[in-house]
């Protein structure tokens, strides 16, 4: 079970109806286990994740992929030990070298946290990688693929074509035919092996 001790993240996705000021907060907690590394860290819910709910919301692209997979990168900044602290307007990991399909989709009961055989607004999203991911890991992000296919790619694009890259954050870009990073998270390096197994389980409470 993930500590509840963490702290919350600070990015929220406002609802503003006029009668009050109040927001609603996604919070992101991820537990990452490497042998017997354990690491529990708090993410960032970006600006994408925001447009990729209310594309999910209209029912006005009925063909868009919902959240299916986690990639892990090294391209973090910063130094080894203190990585550069995330951002929302992350539009895609710096430098990825693997995604996965999740291993399992649960709902948990927000005040046990058993599993629950009903929706709750606590969902915990587990990714397994045996030989693969391997690398001096140091950021990780929640993905609505374009594409289903497990190994495709399809990276937003500026105006001329190219990969676009924090700290760009264009509002004109449609993200509709590309991937949407959701969530993302920086973390001191760990060290994967061909031969070790990387278990991480991201729990969203919406």
């Known amino acids: ?12 996705v406002a609802f503003g109806f ?3 000021e109040t927001t609603y907060r ?3 907690e991820v537990l990452i286990k490497l042998d017997d590394q354990e690491i529990k860290v708090n993410n960032v819910y970006t ?11 209209s029912g006005l692209y009925p063909t868009r992929s919902p959240i299916t997979m986690l990639a892990v990168g090294t391209g973090a900044t910063g ?3 203190v990585p550069s602290v995330a951002d929302q307007r992350q539009r895609r990991l710096n430098t ?7 291993a399992s ?3 948990r009961n927000p005040t046990t946290f058993a599993v629950s055989a009903i929706p709750t607004n606590v969902v915990d999203f587990t990714t397994v990688y045996n030989e693969g991911a391997v690398g001096a890991l140091n950021e990780m992000g929640l993905v609505s693929p374009y594409d289903a296919s497990p190994l495709s790619n399809y990276p937003l694009l500026d105006g001329n074509g190219d990969p676009v890259s924090f700290p760009d954050y264009d509002t004109t870009l449609d993200v509709t035919n590309y991937d949407i990073l959701i969530n993302y998270l920086t973390f001191p390096v760990i060290n994967k092996p061909s ?3 990387l278990a991480i389980t991201w729990r969203l409470t919406f």
Request: hydrophobic fraction near 45%; aromatic fraction near 8%; glycine fraction near 6%.
């Open 79 to 81: 130094t080894s030990l």
């Open 96 to 102: 990825e070298i693997a995604r996965k399909e999740f």
């Open 1 to 12: 079970m993930i500590s509840e001790n963490i702290k919350r993240p600070q990015s929220s």
């Open 47 to 57: 600006l994408d994740g925001s447009l990729l709910a209310s594309i999910l919301f």
């Open 18 to 20: 006029g009668f009050n």
């Open 26 to 28: 996604v919070k992101g």
């Open 105 to 107: 989709v649960l709902f």
């Open 195 to 197: 031969n070790s197994v």
